[in-house]
């Protein structure tokens, strides 16, 4: 079995934060974490439309991108790991302070880095667990990342050899396995309108 | 003689971008370089009262803090200023194409990656060069950098011993040395609501 499942499951959390609708049209930091494939881009992207078309202003901080624009030079060590995620969570917080939606999709696998960047934020952050479990998520292997795990040449992957911490109390939890993504995207906007 | 003055004489440039006032609320990324010590800061300090006062979303990115928040790890050879600079441009970016003002005071003593940065922007880029000359700067020398520079604790010295290339066509030029304050400000106002 080449798969170690360092997940686990946990109960569906309550709402900690701030109801968002206060805030949605005044700036809000949408934080999408979960596991390589999870379907964290694709819903930023589906969101990102459905936001823009409502006319607010947004921009999708996608992880990929941020490594080359913000983060270059940094490799995947938890200290590399969390100096990424804290630059792409600086950023996300100078835009959502000034009334912008900053969706973003980054795997994020550390609790605390992603609890610092919440408190950072002061209420405007809404963090949503993109729960795809790895079996779905390494079927999917969009970027073919779980399957060069499994040929030996990569290690440290996010969920099978790297460890991945779910969120305690997120703001929701999608479970894209048992969804489809219009589905999703409509609960999350539901919930951001709410 | 310690000081071998790197800067030169130019014409007083013409503006070469669009007028400001059709993206001023739009959001814009005001651009200060110049010398440690040439004002930069207090400018950028006074512009973001004035324009917050205004109702105008406004961030100051100073370069010291984007240091740490942004680019911590980079140090001061030339391609590390470029990126330290790359970077900071790129967040200009995703401000000011969101309808912030994003005032910028950072040294950026090189004119290809400023350019580069003005290209983003695509349009939305105010260059403002804080042509206060060296002996001035390193008389008023704010944060002791000329002194330990003469004193040899330091080198690489914008202006003194690394290279300062002023802007080609900047949008405006200010010589604080026979301005006060509130005078450049103030044209500096001016200039962005003309």
Chains 1, 2 share one sequence.
Request: glycine share 8%.
């Amino acid at each position: 079995m080449w798969i170690k499942f360092v997940g686990y499951w946990y109960a569906e959390p309550m709402s900690t934060g701030p109801s968002p609708s206060i805030v949605l049209g005044e700036g809000l930091t949408v934080w999408l974490t979960g596991l390589p494939s999870a379907g964290k881009t694709t819903l930023a992207a589906a969101l990102e439309k459905r936001l823009l078309a409502e006319g607010h202003r947004v921009e999708v901080l996608d992880g990929d991108v941020m490594r080359t624009r913000l983060t270059k030079g940094l490799g995947f060590s938890p200290e590399d790991r969390d100096e990424n995620i804290r630059r792409i969570g600086f950023v996300a917080h100078l835009l959502s302070r000034n009334g912008v939606i900053a969706v973003v999709p980054v795997i994020s696998p550390y609790r605390s880095v992603r609890e610092e960047i919440r408190e950072l934020h002061d209420g405007r952050f809404f963090e949503v667990h993109v729960a795809t479990p790895v079996e779905v998520c390494s079927e999917r292997d969009v970027k073919g990342l779980y399957a060069r795990q499994r040929a030996g040449e990569l290690s440290g992957l996010t969920g099978v050899d790297d460890p991945y911490e779910p969120p305690v109390s997120p703001e929701m939890v999608l479970h894209t396995e048992t969804s489809t993504l219009d589905e999703s995207v409509e609960a999350l906007w539901q919930a951001l309108h709410s």
